[in-house]
């Protein structure tokens, strides 16, 4: 009697210690997406040449992983870096990194009203890139048109958001970058 | 506030009716439902779910003794399963459905009924509690089949007359472009009755 309750008592011990639940909630429209989110769910997502990247959290007693993060310094930058992998191929994976640089404190005002501030990166104080990972090297590829939209949420700490752009490398491949959004906690300098 | 006077409006006639005869049932069975749409979604098809529930029934007029008054509380999983790059995504979404109807008996053991679904929103595995609205209202028309006998058989199809989604317009490159609401729901449902007989409520 003592055995077998031994051995319940390492199996509940195990199954808590593995215990990781997916924190993946799903957009309505397309659900291969995390749902827009304006609450610092750690969360990203983009279609990438139609299919689908995402970054999202897996809650595990080991805390909450979630690989994407974002920094300001002295109020007037900001860098966005999500890692994204392509759903149900966890070995494909790409980094969307933009950097708004001479931020004032008018675009923190209007990143706070309605859906947030849209930065355009046929500015030259906002770059996006999109990098890609080979075994021979990590290529960065900028991006040629689009935007990225950033929007702050003093009350629940979070940076959400919307984003998309083309990109184009030297060899000729075409990024389409479509359908982008990110919610992360965000603590302003 | 209105979804309340509903409801209070529903019990203060139920207790206006001093002695009468009334017939509580459980009902459960399957469901087939999925959702009309402007274009919104690209290509969705129906989803098979299950509801339960608990319904009672009154004849308000002696004269009258095929009319009868019904209400039912269901429990009801409505939903729509997208079909993208080939692969299919459920999308569950949950109610507690509060359905006044009038019913009335053709002849013995075929009935038809219709009446308003208010179906209060309780859950989803998508989207978070603000991507679908609270409070949803479908009309619906149905079927009765042996309701005089223990175990009976029904038949209904209900239509959303309100948008389920209040999401975000999302445009591929330029982002959020506003909010839309759309998605209405269809559903059928197919189901057992257990009848209680001549039950006799005294309010």
Redesign the interface.
């Known amino acids: 009697m003592k055995k077998s309750g031994f051995k319940a008592i390492l199996l509940l011990a195990l199954v808590f210690l593995f215990y990781s639940c997916d924190g993946f909630?799903?957009?309505?429209?397309?659900?291969?997406l995390p749902?827009?989110?304006e609450?610092g769910k750690n969360q990203s997502g983009a279609?990438i040449n139609n299919m689908p990247f995402v970054d999202y959290p897996n809650y595990s007693i080991f805390g909450t992983e979630s690989s994407g993060y974002l920094l300001n310094q002295a109020d007037t930058s900001l860098t966005f870096n999500f890692h994204l992998v392509e759903r149900n191929k966890e070995n494909a994976f790409v980094t969307i990194f933009f950097s708004l640089e001479k931020l004032t404190q008018t675009d923190w005002e209007e990143m706070e009203n309605g859906?947030?501030k849209?930065f355009s990166l046929d500015n030259p104080d906002v770059i996006g890139k999109i990098i890609t990972y080979s075994e021979q090297e990590d290529l960065g590829t900028p991006a040629e048109s689009?935007?990225i939209?950033v929007k702050y949420i003093p009350g629940t700490n979070a940076l959400a958001?919307?984003?998309?752009?083309?990109a184009m490398n030297n060899s000729g491949k075409k990024y389409e970058v479509?359908?982008?959004?990110f919610d992360y906690i965000f603590q302003r300098d | 506030m209105r979804y309340k006077f509903i409801v209070v409006t529903f019990f203060v006639f139920f207790i206006q009716i001093p002695e009468g005869f009334a017939q509580v049932g459980m009902m459960f069975g399957t469901n087939y439902s999925n959702v009309r749409h402007d274009g919104?979604?690209e290509k969705t098809q129906g989803q098979m779910s299950l509801h339960l529930g608990a319904n009672i029934e009154v004849v308000p007029i002696k004269g009258i003794p095929n009319l009868s008054l019904r209400t039912d509380l269901i429990l009801v999983q409505k939903g729509y399963t997208?079909r993208?790059?080939g692969s299919r995504?459920r999308?569950n979404l949950e109610y507690g459905s509060f359905a006044p109807m009038v019913k009335y008996a053709i002849i013995e053991g075929f009935s038809i009924h219709s009446g308003i679904e208010f179906n209060r929103f309780m859950g989803?595995?998508?989207?978070?509690d603000v991507?679908?609205r609270k409070n949803e209202k479908a009309v619906f028309f149905g079927v009765d089949l042996f309701n005089s006998k223990r175990l009976s058989f029904y038949t209904r199809a209900s239509f959303g007359l309100t948008p389920v989604?209040d999401?975000?317009d999302?445009?591929?490159?330029?982002?959020?472009q506003g909010r839309i609401s759309d998605?209405y729901t269809t559903t059928i449902m197919l189901g057992l009755q257990l009848n209680i007989h001549h039950e006799k409520i005294r309010f």
């Open positions: 909630i799903p957009d309505p429209i397309n659900p291969r749902v827009y989110s609450s279609m859906f947030g849209k689009g935007q939209t958001g919307t984003f998309g752009f083309t479509r359908f982008g959004r | 919104l979604l997208p993208l790059d995504y999308v989803s595995n998508v989207g978070e991507t679908f989604l999401y975000y999302i445009d591929p490159i330029e982002g959020i998605l």
